[in-house]
């Protein structure tokens, strides 16, 4: 084949197939222009998802919040799967001695959960931190904790809850 045919006949391959890369699975995602009928349909107001629907609450409504999961061994044990893995890192697990992990410089690290002052608030008496309270520290986050409550749902938040009070008493 002669340098001036193999040349036609690239030149001619790449006009005719041009075209492919305007087919629709070739959109620009990054700067793509939204087309009716191949977009997701914005969720209609109130609706509820299949899976069910859990309700958006404030920080102050999450702190009146009393413990809808029962205490239970299978609860407990959740909660301490769940916090080896979102908490431990920082808290360590609770315990009477006050370990604490990762103690650096100024920054005293993160509270001991077995410390007195997160206790359940004994009848009338000041101090201590309702399960409300520790719920909303979880799910909202707190000063220089991390907000968890993206990633857990309200019973795996309550499971934790219920961990940390097993291990205060």
Known sequence: MSKHAAFVLLFAGTVFLA???SLPFNDDMVNG????????????????PVGGAEYQFTKEEAEQMQNPVA??????????????????ACHGF???????PNVAG???GAPNLSDPGFHAPAEGAEGGRTDGQIFRVVHFGNVLM??????????ETWDIVNYVRSTQK
């Open 19 to 21: 075209p492919a890369y």
């Open 33 to 48: 222009q939204l087309k009716t009928g191949q977009v997701m349909r914005a969720k209609p107001e109130h609706s509820i």
């Open 71 to 88: 205490t239970s061994e299978e609860s407990v044990a959740r909660g301490k799967r769940l916090f080896s893995a979102n908490c431990h």
């Open 94 to 100: 609770p315990v009477k001695e006050g370990y604490k």
């Open 106 to 108: 100024a920054f005293m």
């Open 146 to 155: 991390p907000r968890v409550g993206w990633k857990l749902s309200q019973t």
